[in-house]
């Protein structure tokens, strides 16, 4: 058994308490000893005083008083009766009394003070025992005593307690180990056994674990493992099929893209076609055809590696913004939707400090889907940016007067194909702007979105460390 183990741990506590409590017991223990000590010699010496004034043979009553003084293990006994004080028993004392104890009025503190003192002290002394005689045989038997046989005695018992007290906690020790094996140890190595074999398949349904425990906690704690590992063995699937299916579109991406740029090819010659209903169509087609080439790089890139680390620089957002406006109102009016105007509410001098590429892509993504889901509608409408500065953080604020984001958009908001707003969309746009501002240590959430309009807010904290933040180059 090994004490960097529970059960050795618990073992070696369960004998320190054991013995903690046993010490805490000896000392009351060693003081009832030592009066019930002196009270056996006052009986003794009364006894003796007895069997002396019941004989009258004079030369046999020398004799016998001192034997019964060494039976009694005193030097002299002193009965009161009648208020008469009377020396029974005598004998030569070694040397004075040093101290008198009466035990008709000794409180528990005094007794266990005495028996303290009596082991502290070591020497042989004379000492007087005042008590009650038994079956009211006079009003107070008095004697002397030496203190070495009770000093003695007094030791061998501790000795035999403490013994006895290290047994029973041995043998306590032991029981409650075993205990502790079967309740609580033999639960704990099965929850380690099957973590164990999770790692090595957590893909395995059959490694989850099922409760079992009879113990209300380590049950619970099985619960709470078996829900843990559904999770992860779900979403282990699920990031499974989509690695699946980002390996085939990486296959068929080279191929898609011929085939996607020769029809792009032929449509851009459909427009100089003589016939008009060729001339009309030839513009749809190649916005299907733009559309299919953005879905395809758009799918390529979520399915590569994460992004890199964003490369902080400071530049003034007004800019930024002031291109991602322009970008937006010139792909709007070539679409030919209805008119979408984008207003902006940003201090010209604010500078931010993050990645200028990463968060183009990320407005780019707002903006965009913004200005699509008014033109979704059939009717003109805004699109808001607004920013500014805390002590602690940026913020930028996006908002439309669109209809809205549908229900199934806004549960599986930041989620890949789940979470499109658009018909045909795939919410990639969303969950790579998420990334990209978590990147950032920042984050993107959702404000509102009803039937007036949908709102979003960035945050990106003044503090975030980076190893390489260089001044942008056209930052003014």
């Not at 009832?32 to 004034?53: K, N, P, V």
């Not at 016998?64 to 009694?72: F, G």
């Not at 009770?150 to 041995?170: D, K, P």
């Not at 063995?233 to 390996?247: D, F, I, P, V, Y």
Request: proline share 5%; hydrophobic share 45%; glycine share 6%.
């Amino acid at each position: 058994m090994r004490l960097n183990t529970i059960s050795g741990r618990f073992a070696a506590l369960t004998m320190i308490f054991v013995v903690l409590a046993e010490v805490f017991i000896l000392l009351p223990a060693l003081a009832s000893f030592r009066l019930d000590y002196l009270e056996s010699r006052l009986e003794r010496a009364q006894i003796a005083s007895l069997a002396l004034l019941a004989t009258t043979d004079e030369s046999l009553a020398a004799d016998l008083e001192s034997e019964l003084l060494q039976n009694a293990g005193v030097f002299n006994v002193v009965l009161r009766r009648n208020d008469v004080r009377q020396l029974v028993l005598a004998s030569i004392i070694p040397g004075p009394v040093s101290d008198t104890y009466d035990l008709r009025d000794e409180t528990v503190l005094q007794t266990v003070d005495d028996a303290l003192a009596t082991l502290r002290d070591n020497t042989d002394r004379v000492i007087r025992v005042i008590g009650a005689p038994v079956n009211q045989a006079g009003q107070l038997i008095e004697i002397t005593m030496p203190t070495a046989p009770l000093r003695t005695a007094m030791v061998e018992y501790g000795v035999r307690l403490l013994a006895l007290s290290a047994a029973f906690s041995i043998l306590t020790a032991v029981l409650l180990n075993l205990a502790a094996q079967r309740l609580i140890l033999v639960p704990i190595r099965r929850v380690i056994s099957n973590l164990s074999a999770y790692a090595g398949a957590p893909e395995d349904p059959r490694h989850i674990i099922r409760p079992d425990a009879r113990l209300a906690e380590l049950r619970e704690a099985e619960t709470a493992l078996e829900a843990m590992q559904k999770t992860v063995t779900s979403s282990l699937k699920q990031k499974e099929r989509m690695a699946l299916l980002g390996q085939a579109v990486a296959k068929i991406s080279h191929d898609l893209r011929n085939i996607l740029t020769t029809a792009q090819i032929f449509a851009d010659r459909l427009e100089d076609s003589a016939d008009p209903k060729v001339k009309r169509a030839a513009p749809k087609l190649l916005k299907s055809i733009s559309r299919a080439v953005t879905l395809c790089e758009t799918t390529l890139a979520f399915g590569k590696a994460e992004e890199p680390a964003p490369t902080l620089s400071r530049f003034n957002l007004s800019q930024l913004v002031s291109e991602l406006v322009e970008a937006e109102t010139l792909a709007g009016q070539s679409a030919g939707q209805p008119q979408v105007e984008f207003l902006t509410d940003i201090p010209p001098s604010l500078m931010i400090r993050a990645d200028r590429d990463q968060l183009y892509r990320v407005l780019t993504n707002l903006g965009r889907n913004a200005r699509q889901a008014i033109e979704g509608t059939g009717q003109p409408g805004t699109v808001e940016i607004g920013a500014g500065e805390t002590d602690t953080d940026w913020w930028i604020r996006v908002g439309d007067t669109g209809p809205g984001l549908p229900d199934k958009a806004r549960e599986f908001l930041f989620k890949p194909f789940t979470g499109s707003a658009r018909k045909g969309g795939t919410g990639l746009g969303l969950t790579i702007a998420a990334d990209l501002i978590r990147g950032h240590g920042g984050k993107l959430e959702l404000m509102r979105s009803d039937a007036e309009g949908t709102e979003f807010m960035i945050h990106l904290p003044r503090d975030m460390a980076s190893p390489s933040v260089t001044p942008d180059p056209g930052a003014v």
